[in-house]
């Protein structure tokens, strides 16, 4: 390719680019800057353009406060347990519905529907089902004679957190499903025909085939709902708004920033937040080796 | 080692039928090749041997004992594929060793064998490789000694020489024919590619829509071809074929290119509606001698072969194959076709080669 021809391809590239750029530079560049500039403010929301420069007092503020510790908690134990389930779950369905098994489309189809319902109105749907007197759930339970009276479910500080996960793997479950189910599709046909020709037991065809080769498709799915459920706000919010036993970093924020209005302190929170997730995703990466694909 | 009996196997998805009714016994030891057109259903029934497509009805019997309803696992084959199949995560060495660690084996024991395989097959240089850093021969071969380190009854080949180049393709060709003389194991192969077939098999069956046509060693086939299919299945450039009619008397037959055949009437009410004469057997002479005349069309010069195309008629294009380079020097003009007596194929309606004729036609 002569010199003036390369040239010529790379404006044109950079010619595609330009209206993404502009856009990622409006809708994330910008507001990210803003809130690490604030977060090293005294300002409040009522009249932002007032400001002084504190240095990172707001940073020690949000860190020596005990409450925020307790949303990280919250957030961590909640990630941990309801990404573990959904990996669980998602390689269990997407396994079964590899088989060819009669009604796999109608299957494949409906596994989604709890993923495509709004968090919100799932959560209100659960809400209601789970509601300690006229919810179903507990209809359920007390006709087949496991409790007597109707379980409090959201109220109760100890079962909260429980309803929660519940819920968030009721929901992404279908997520997980879908993206391992991909994987699964990725691995030859004749490969798993050679290893059954050859003897080899369903369990070690798993362990050692399927398996090894599917780990790029969970490392991939692991790390979108672990990043998913550490900024997790929606379904708590809307659950139990700022209840302690299960206020998330996010909501912690948020609280900060809109219901005492410490623009200062809450873009301080926004920004531990943001390192908070960027450091899990840096050590899933590297755990799951995620930089390497199978079969290197 | 083991025999293979196939008892009336039907095999069909739906309404579509792949195989039809098929008989065959593949004596112990034997290397029997399945060819046929693409949808003939030659890997259909080389997988229900193996266990991996189970048989709609009939009965598959390894060494005599039926194994219809045993899984591929239990029937102690092994399974050559087209796409290598190889485990992409694992070393060649694993792939070669993968099934006999779960045979408890030592570790000790099942390296020896795997330096055994990999010796034979020459890719002990390559055992610490992945599959991905291998070329397409090297990944057969490591294919090939995955299924012989089993030590199984039975070895199938699904076409597994198909994504090899030509060279390639030929010298692996021989490495079959030599591993087949060395450990003398039952070997059933699926192919196109009418030199393996011809060049490996002790009998080849040729399949079509499902059923066999003829089973037969090569050269029975290439002489002694029991329809017109199989006629024009076996041999490379293909039968030449044309219609022809009977006089009424059925004594005299006529065919395009002044063809003219004087038949003796054959046993029964045989009437051949078709002639059949391979391209090797065919020379090209000046125009008004030999028994046909056509117009020369067309000349593939091969170096050591050439292929003449002399057309009959509007609908018949014939091929002739001849040794050295083509004496004819200009293309276009009206040449006459020889053949002898013996060469000519005659074939009933329903295709049926009437071989008796043969040797009765006279000029």
């Known amino acids: 390719m002569s010199v003036r021809l390369a040239a010529r391809e790379h404006r044109t590239a950079w010619l595609f680019l330009a209206p993404l750029i502009i856009v990622m530079l409006m809708v994330a560049v910008w507001p990210l800057g803003r809130t690490f500039l604030f977060s090293f403010t005294d300002a409040y929301l009522d009249d932002p353009s007032f400001y002084e420069l504190i240095g990172f007092d707001n940073f020690v503020e949000v860190f020596n406060d005990a409450n925020w510790w307790v949303a990280v908690k919250n957030t961590l134990v909640f990630a941990v347990i309801s990404v573990f389930i959904e990996t669980l779950l998602g390689l269990g369905i997407a396994l079964l519905l590899n088989e060819a098994i009669p009604g796999r489309g109608m299957l494949r189809a409906a596994i989604l529907v709890p993923w495509a319902i709004p968090v919100v109105v799932a959560t209100k749907i659960w809400e209601w089902m789970l509601n300690d007197q006229f919810g179903v759930f507990n209809h359920m339970l007390m006709s087949l004679g496991i409790i007597e009276h109707g379980i409090a479910w959201t109220a109760s500080s100890s079962l909260i957190m429980g309803v929660v996960i519940f819920i968030d793997v009721w929901m992404t479950t279908p997520f997980m499903v879908l993206l391992i189910l991909a994987g699964l599709q990725t691995i030859p046909g004749e490969m798993m025909e050679a290893a059954e020709v050859d003897g080899i037991p369903a369990w070690k065809r798993f362990w050692s085939i399927t398996l090894p080769l599917l780990r790029p498709a969970i490392g991939v799915a692991v790390l979108f709902r672990a990043l998913d459920a550490m900024r997790m706000f929606d379904l708590a919010y809307v659950l139990a708004a700022s209840n302690q036993n299960v206020i998330t970093v996010s909501i912690y924020a948020r609280d900060r920033l809109i219901s005492f209005q410490e623009l200062g302190v809450g873009s301080a929170a926004s920004t531990w937040v943001f390192l908070l997730v960027a450091l899990v995703a840096i050590i899933l990466i590297g755990a799951l080796r995620l930089d390497r694909s199978a079969g290197e | ?363």
């Open chain 2, 1 to 363: 080692m083991a025999s293979v009996t196939l008892s009336s196997v039907s095999k069909s998805y739906g309404h579509h039928t792949v195989i039809q009714d098929v008989d065959l016994h593949i004596e112990n030891g034997e290397f029997v090749v399945f060819v046929g057109p693409s949808g003939c259903g030659k890997s259909t029934l080389l997988r229900i041997i193996a266990g991996l497509v189970p048989a709609s009805s009939g009965q598959v019997l390894i060494d005599g004992e039926e194994v219809t309803d045993v899984p591929a696992s239990k029937r102690g084959v092994a399974f050559v594929f087209q796409s290598y199949a190889l485990y992409p995560h694992m070393s060649v060495a694993r792939n070669i060793g993968f099934a006999l660690e779960t045979m408890g084996l030592g570790k000790p024991a099942i390296a020896d064998k795997i330096g055994a395989i990999a010796r034979m097959l020459k890719v002990d240089h390559l055992l610490d490789r992945r599959p991905k850093q291998l070329s397409g021969g090297q990944r057969q071969r490591v294919a090939i000694g995955r299924a012989l380190v089993r030590e199984p009854e039975i070895f199938l080949f699904d076409e597994p020489l198909s994504n090899l180049d030509s060279d390639l393709r030929m010298e692996m060709r021989i490495e079959i024919a030599r591993l087949h003389e060395d450990i003398k194991t039952t070997m059933v192969y699926v192919t196109h590619d009418q030199a393996e077939a011809m060049t490996l098999a002790d009998r080849i069956v040729v399949l079509n829509h499902g059923r066999i046509e003829q089973v037969g060693t090569p050269l029975d086939l290439y002489h002694h071809p029991v329809n017109r299919f199989v006629a024009g299945f076996i041999g490379s450039p293909r039968m030449n074929f044309s219609d022809i009619r009977s006089d009424g008397t059925g004594r005299t037959l006529y065919g395009p290119g002044g063809l003219t055949l004087t038949a003796e009437r054959v046993a029964g009410a045989d009437v051949p509606t078709s002639i059949g004469v391979r391209p090797e057997a065919l020379t090209v002479v000046a125009d008004g001698e030999g028994r046909l005349t056509g117009i020369l069309e067309r000349v593939e010069d091969l170096g050591h072969e050439h292929f003449a195309y002399v057309r009959l008629d509007p609908e018949t294009l014939w091929v002739v194959r001849v040794a050295g380079r083509p004496p004819y020097d200009q293309k276009n003009h009206r040449v006459g076709l020889a053949f002898a007596d013996a060469d000519i194929f005659l074939f009933e309606k329903d295709g049926r080669n009437i071989a008796a004729a043969r040797t009765e036609i006279g000029r």
